[in-house]
């Protein structure tokens, strides 16, 4: 059985709009633990976890987002984004959520692991930094099938009347 995944796309509206022309910032996180320390690009996530199948997906996409930034968020207004499927097979389900973070009050929850191998475990947390980033900077940082949901929310907001300006995804609602 495949593994699911829920999670939320953060994203705020600067005003005014920076220099690069877009208003709109996503929050992302970056793994913690030995095997991410050192990378980068398309190593950045959404907030999000796993859930079981008999689980509601909404609901646990609300839960990571409190496990792995400390910010808890009601369910209203969640925008949906859909599915996407990642490299290893895990399907992502996410929605999105207009919501400013201090990314210097994040709390993320923790895991052990015996590193390097042999010794006794340390702690290490499940998110080590978060951090907010302009649509196209998101998509290099973002794990690649990821991406899908910036474009599908840049889509939303300009069908909702916001002026986003962004290359990668065409503006068709003019």
């Known amino acids: 059985m495949k593994k699911l995944s829920a999670g939320i796309v953060l994203y705020r509206m600067d005003d005014p709009a920076p220099v690069s022309g877009s208003p709109l910032r996503v929050l992302l996180v970056h793994p913690g633990g030995p095997f991410w320390a050192k990378k980068d690009l398309g190593a950045w996530s959404i907030p999000k976890g796993e859930y079981a199948p008999d689980q509601d997906a909404r609901a646990a996409a609300l839960r990571e987002l409190g496990e792995e930034t400390g910010l808890a968020l009601a ?23 207009e919501h400013d973070f201090d990314v210097d009050t994040l709390v993320s929850n923790t895991f ?23 649509p196209g900077e998101a998509r290099r940082k973002v794990v ?29 609602t003019g």
């Not at 692991?113 to 930094?129: C, I, N, Q, S, Y």
């Not at 300009?158 to 290359?167: K, L, N, Y």
């Open 75 to 97: 369910d209203a207004d969640l925008i949906p984004l859909g599915e996407v499927t990642q490299s290893g097979g895990k399907i992502v389900t996410a929605w999105a959520a």
């Open 112 to 134: 052990e692991l015996a590193w390097p191998k042999g010794t006794p475990p340390r702690t290490f947390p499940e998110v080590d930094r978060a951090q907010w980033f302009e």
């Open 144 to 172: 690649t099938a990821q991406a899908a949901f910036i474009d599908r929310l840049i889509a939303r907001l300009r069908a909702s009347g916001h002026d986003i300006t962004d290359p990668v995804v065409p503006d068709t």
